[in-house]
């Protein structure tokens, strides 16, 4: 784009030269400075001119166009490594060490007019025709048949395939798009926010760190081939599937030049019967039916598992193949991953006896899910030991893991997957919302009481002593920054009981570094993260500055009125676009939003006109009702804040007129965006607020005066409201607050780990049950390996 436009300008540049050079010539040869048969000597200047530059211009486009797909092919190259690393470390996982596929037979329906071979097939088969020629692909089958295992060893297979120029497979958990919604502008218009490119896109920036220009041209140009894993799961399997048929109207949206964009979709056999009966399917996509594991296929399986000795899974597969218990055997182990888990369980150990008879199919699965973390987790065990006492074991992975206890791992995972059933394994829902909650507010807290203790003198000792003035006493720049410390304190806890995962996928995709290479990494990322916040602090104070300069002294106090009353808006959308913020879930929320400002209000009011000590009386009893209704869930969080605001305007009800200046008009701000946010970010809108956080984040990379010219008048206004030494109150503490909240995760998890609820390493911890093939990746986040084991965990936790 920056190359496009300077073309314009060189060109542009050029006309302007011509013309101005053919003006000059008229104007010459008018006045008699000029004679007619210089004018070709004249001209020849410009002309020539013009024309460098449009030769100029035509070898910048050229090499521009040259840049571009050279740069598009070097994305698809880093992208295609990327997803390699990932999803052949996912087939070891998943099949063991040499990736041995169970071949299992597969019926293959068409596409309608399809050119691929119907009927009775193997996955080997499958994958040989489908790599040759990508295409719509529909994988169904029971649970557990082994329709995650065959897409990403279909990923792998077309990694392998793909030349320098073509699409790159990219596999993720479909559960994770989001709706698309149609929304009324303003004006009356509409547009559409969310939809399965954009989701697409920005899985594509968070999963493999590609840039988000680079994301969305791939995303267009339909280079990434979507491998979308768990259709099935996008509802509750007692439900409607609203949301599956919502997606698969997205999909088939989702075309490409040559009609219909290639992907491949696994989704569980009865459901997607339930969707084709509500005439909702894949359009134009080849249908596989995956079966079952015969005795045979088990008996393979086994022996590549084994190298062909003897293992103690033998006397299984002859109770498969015998029919012994009526078939308990063979119906237990006919999917894939019971089979692996059998094989994990009884195929490396000879101390554990198969259920070859006696016991139902259930009872055996059962058996298998019980024992299957202490198996994992003894074998995990062994090779770190192995690789401690290896020559080179630290270059492995195993090198730099620890050892675990199997009850303490089946308690973590087990708190893990309650979490993960009421809505996801978040770092808030696994320590729990009360341990988060008491370790963000004291963190905070602590730091910063500290801050306010120590930096306010040390920048006393170096402003002049004329600055150093508290508008209205030490008492109100002490409540204002305790306002801004307990802001964050409240709104930390959110955000990692929402969207902060327990630990990054990152440790598995990436070479363990020493400790020097992470120091650097470390001081790098927070020199970048804050250097940003500094610089905007520092403007803050300078606007703070200002008025020593005696330059805004002629200012109207109407205008700082109206300035108080646009910034506190923009104030607050800049700090709540970051968040996925919601004001209310539902009616009854609204109806709180409405009802508590009011009651807080005149009540304050009141109270405050009567009697200062009835007011204090009516505040603490208002505080202590509003808290108890919050924590029993009867109060959205942000009718806290309609609670504070009305207490603010009890208390300064007569000075909300435009006499007031910028304290009345930051009010009055507050207010109307309390009154927006509760009228536009009601139920379903965190796509709007992630549209204002995006909308932010853009005009700060275009441009950072925007942003400094709101903060230096904000500065302004607030020495206006608080004095210099206030606002440096406030600066303060906002800064130490930002700092708390960075530390709280720490904490909690400190909290965590001495209550037994979370390791005290989470990241290290999951990592090892990563290799320990407890859990897999997708999409760049950690999940279980399997339904039946989350399932199974969350209705044992211990």
Same mark, same amino acid.
């Given at each position: ?38 004018? %070709?000597?004249?001209? =020849? ?415 006393? =000792? ?143 009011? %009141? ?82 607020? %992630? ?108």
């Amino acid at each position: 784009m920056r190359e496009s436009t300077g073309v314009r300008w060189l060109l542009g540049g050029g006309v302007v030269v011509l013309v101005a050079g053919c003006g000059w010539a008229g104007w010459s040869v008018r006045d008699g400075g000029l004679g007619p048969g210089d004018m %070709a000597g004249v001209l =020849g200047v410009p002309l020539g001119v013009l024309g460098i530059l449009v030769g100029a211009g035509v070898g910048l486009s050229a090499l521009r166009l040259q840049r571009a797909s050279d740069a598009r092919a070097v994305a698809l190259d880093r992208l295609a490594r990327a997803v390699g690393d990932v999803e052949v470390a996912e087939r070891t996982h998943m099949l063991g060490t040499g990736g041995h596929l169970i071949d299992l037979a597969v019926d293959v329906t068409p596409r309608w007019g399809g050119a691929e071979p119907p009927g009775p097939q193997r996955l080997s088969d499958v994958a040989r025709w489908y790599c040759a020629e990508p295409g719509r692909l529909v994988v169904t089958g029971e649970p557990g048949a082994g329709k995650t295992v065959f897409a990403v060893h279909l990923v792998v297979r077309l990694l392998d395939a793909r030349g320098t120029e073509d699409a790159v497979p990219v596999r993720l958990a479909i559960r994770d798009l989001p709706p698309a919604r149609t929304r009324r502008r303003w004006w009356g218009g509409r547009r559409t926010v969310g939809g399965f490119e954009h989701w697409l896109k920005d899985s594509l920036v968070k999963s493999y760190e590609v840039p988000g220009v680079v994301a969305a041209d791939l995303v267009s140009r339909r280079l990434v081939v979507p491998v979308l894993d768990g259709l099935d799961e996008m509802d509750p399997e007692d439900g409607e599937p609203e949301r599956a048929c919502q997606a698969l109207a997205e999909l088939n949206a989702y075309q490409g030049a040559g009609g219909s964009a290639p992907l491949v979709l696994t989704c569980r056999e009865q459901r997607y019967a339930e969707l084709s009966g509500l005439h909702t399917w894949l359009r134009e996509a080849t249908l596989l039916r995956v079966g079952g594991v015969d005795a045979e296929q088990a008996q393979r399986y086994v022996a590549l598992r084994s190298d062909g000795r003897a293992s103690p899974m033998d006397a299984v597969v002859d109770a498969m193949r015998d029919g012994t218990a009526s078939g308990a055997v063979a119906e237990a182990l006919s999917s894939p991953f019971y089979l692996g888990l059998a094989f994990a369980v009884y195929g490396e150990s000879a101390d554990v006896a198969p259920p070859v008879s006696g016991a139902s199919a259930d009872e055996i699965r059962e058996q298998l899910l019980a024992r299957y973390v202490p198996a994992a987790t003894r074998s995990a065990n062994e090779a770190v030991r192995r690789a401690r006492g290896s020559l080179t074991g630290d270059l492995t992975v195993w090198g730099w893991q620890r050892e675990y206890a199997p009850r303490r791992v089946h308690r973590w995972l087990g708190r893990m997957a309650q979490a993960a059933e009421r809505g996801g394994a978040t770092h808030g829902r696994v320590v729990g919302p009360y341990v988060t909650r008491a370790a963000s507010v004291l963190t905070i807290a602590v730091v910063a009481a500290v801050a306010l203790h120590v930096v306010p003198d040390l920048v006393r =000792g170096v402003v002049p002593e004329e600055w150093w003035v508290h508008r209205d006493g030490l008492g109100q720049s002490l409540w204002f920054a305790g306002i801004f410390a307990m802001g964050i304190a409240f709104v930390q806890p959110i955000t990692l009981c929402e969207d902060t995962p327990v630990g990054s996928s990152e440790r598995v995709r990436q070479s363990r570094c020493r400790w020097p290479e992470r120091l650097r990494h470390t001081l790098m990322s927070a020199t970048a993260t804050g250097g940003r916040g500094v610089l905007v602090l520092g403007t803050l104070a300078v606007g703070a500055m200002a008025p020593f300069s005696a330059a805004y002294a002629a200012v109207p106090v109407a205008a700082w009125y109206v300035v108080g009353i646009l910034l506190a808006p923009c104030l607050c959308l800049a700090y709540l676009g970051a968040t996925s913020f919601v004001a209310r879930r539902d009616r009854r929320g609204l109806v709180a939003c409405v009802v508590v400002p009011l009651v807080t209000g005149t009540v304050v009011w %009141a109270a405050t006109v009567y009697d200062s000590v009835l007011a204090l009386a009516c505040l603490g009893g208002i505080v202590l009702v509003t808290v108890v209704l919050w924590h029993a869930r009867v109060l959205p969080g942000f009718a806290l804040a309609g609670a504070f605001l009305g207490v603010v305007i009890g208390v300064a009800y007569e000075d909300l007129a435009p006499d007031g200046g910028f304290k009345a008009g930051a009010t009055v701000g507050a207010l109307l965006f309390y009154v927006l946010a509760c009228v536009f970010l009601g139920p379903g809108s965190e796509p709007r607020s %992630a549209t204002i956080g995006h909308l932010w984040r853009r005009a700060q990379q275009a441009s950072n005066l925007p942003v400094f010219f709101i903060m230096f008048l904000a500065g302004r206004g607030a020495e206006v409201m608080l004095g210099f030494a206030g606002v440096v109150f406030g600066i303060v503490a906002f800064g130490a607050a930002e700092l708390g909240g960075s530390m709280a995760r720490g904490v909690s998890t400190l909290g965590g780990a001495a209550l037994g609820r979370v390791p005290p390493r989470p990241g290290a911890f999951l990592a090892w049950a990563y290799y320990a093939g407890l859990l897999r990746v997708v999409g760049g986040e950690y999940e279980f390996r399997h339904r039946e084991l989350r399932e199974w965990l969350a209705r044992n936790p211990r």
